[in-house]
């Protein structure tokens, strides 16, 4: 048996910590077992290190494996264990291809913690079975972004849908800048959807851009798609069977309530929302591709959400390691994880 510990990040945020390790845990097994491996239990154990996550194989891990695994969300540093308990430094080839930083610098209220977005993603690209070869993540009520940018720095292509324009035109501005500030190439286009009748639906915004000017003129570029509209009509913006994974933190109904009475859109319950915009979701993702929601339990219950999906031809995932990620984030918001894969 081979053993390894992975140390946690301690850039963590604090509160969320003890939880963020728990959690973890689950996530690392999914990783692990859409890899193929067999490993023993994934759990936090105390070997000498501030806090570390400790798992046996029955195989030597190969670097891709190691690649993978320095992609989840508390990963810090990983060492194989050796005899007499020696921690053994390993170097696993870097996963991102653009800067971590890409997630980590905005900051504003509503905005997902990004360690825990990337848990999500991680979630969706492990349950997902779609083998597409470059595969595309899409929030389809994706805020100020995110999670498309923790899909750039995993070197996915991404695509977004948010109602509210003015986020839609932060995170365009954010983007471009952070590609010039980098000296990404990158390439810009303006884009209009329209529907039936040539009406409007949405105006949208294309971005080409890599991590190195060999990429890019080898047409490995990543592509970015946001488009300000409402989710429930994202299958009229976005082609079918489009994307292998969707990402969501659905509006909590705290913050992101509308204040304003006229605007029901934003004001309907996080089940009502789904109820609607889930026949359009669910043809835009490719089939055998997974949905990954985090939601508020005071607000709407998993099981209320196991109960949609089973209804719409989901197939829920009910077993470990894709539930048990309940946990606290304030006294409003006691935050869960909801995955389905489409049949
Ligand atoms: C919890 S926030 C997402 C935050 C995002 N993950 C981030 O870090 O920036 C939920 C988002 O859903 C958006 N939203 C609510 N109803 C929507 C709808 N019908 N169509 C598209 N987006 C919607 C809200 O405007 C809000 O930005």
């Not at 501005?173 to 884009?191: L, Q, S």
């Not at 009475?261 to 009502?272: H, I, Q, V």
């Given at each position: 048996m081979f053993q390894y510990a992975i140390l946690a990040n301690p850039g963590h945020n604090r509160i969320y910590f003890d939880t963020a390790v728990k959690i973890a845990c689950?996530?690392?097994?999914?990783?692990?077992?859409?890899?193929?491996?067999?490993?023993?239990?994934?759990?936090?154990?105390?070997?000498?290190?501030?806090?570390?996550?400790v798992f046996?194989?029955?195989?030597?891990?190969?670097?891709?494996q190691l690649t993978r695994i320095s992609a989840s969300s508390i990963y810090y540093a990983i060492f194989q264990v050796v005899e007499g308990g020696l921690l053994k430094p390993l170097q696993p080839t870097p996963f991102n291809t653009f800067p971590e930083s890409m997630s980590q610098i905005l900051r504003y209220t509503g905005k997902t913690n990004e360690q825990f977005t990337r848990l999500m993603?991680?979630?969706?690209?492990?349950?997902?079975?779609?083998n597409s070869e470059q595969k595309c993540l899409m929030d389809p009520m994706c805020g100020k972004g995110t999670t498309?940018?923790?899909?750039?720095?995993?070197g996915l292509d991404v695509m977004g849908v948010e109602i509210n324009a003015k986020w839609v035109q932060e995170?365009?501005?954010?983007?471009?800048?952070?590609?010039?500030?980098?000296?990404?190439?990158?390439?810009?286009?303006?884009?209009?959807?329209?529907?039936?009748?040539?009406?409007?639906v949405a105006d949208g915004f294309a971005l080409q851009a890599a991590h190195s000017k060999e990429a890019f003129a080898n047409d490995q570029a990543q592509s970015m798609k946001l488009y300000a509209a409402d989710t429930r009509i994202i299958n009229q913006i976005v082609k079918k069977n489009s994307c292998d994974v969707m990402v969501s933190d659905l509006p909590y109904g705290v913050q992101h309530?509308?204040?304003?009475?006229?605007?029901?859109?934003?004001?309907?319950?996080?089940?009502?929302l789904l109820e609607e915009a889930l026949p359009a979701w669910k043809q835009v993702l490719k089939p055998k591709g997974a949905i990954v929601l985090s939601f508020n339990e005071f607000t709407l219950k998993w099981k209320q959400l196991a109960e949609l999906f089973?209804?719409?031809?989901?197939?829920?995932?009910d077993e470990e390691p894709y539930i048990g990620y309940l946990h606290?984030?304030?006294?409003?918001?006691?935050r869960n994880i909801f995955i389905a894969v489409k049949p």
């Open positions: 689950s996530e690392l097994k999914a990783i692990l077992d859409s890899m193929g491996l067999t490993v023993t239990e994934v759990t936090e154990k105390e070997i000498g290190l501030p806090a570390a996550l046996e194989s029955e195989q030597e891990l190969n670097e891709a993603v991680n979630l969706g690209l492990s349950a997902a079975a779609t498309l940018y923790e899909g750039l720095i995993q995170t365009q501005t954010f983007i471009v800048k952070y590609m010039k500030n980098g000296r990404f190439k990158h390439k810009v286009t303006k884009e209009k959807r329209t529907g039936a009748g040539g009406k409007k309530g509308s204040k304003n009475a006229k605007d029901t859109k934003m004001a309907r319950s996080p089940l009502e089973e209804s719409q031809g989901f197939k829920v995932m606290r984030v304030d006294q409003s918001i006691n």
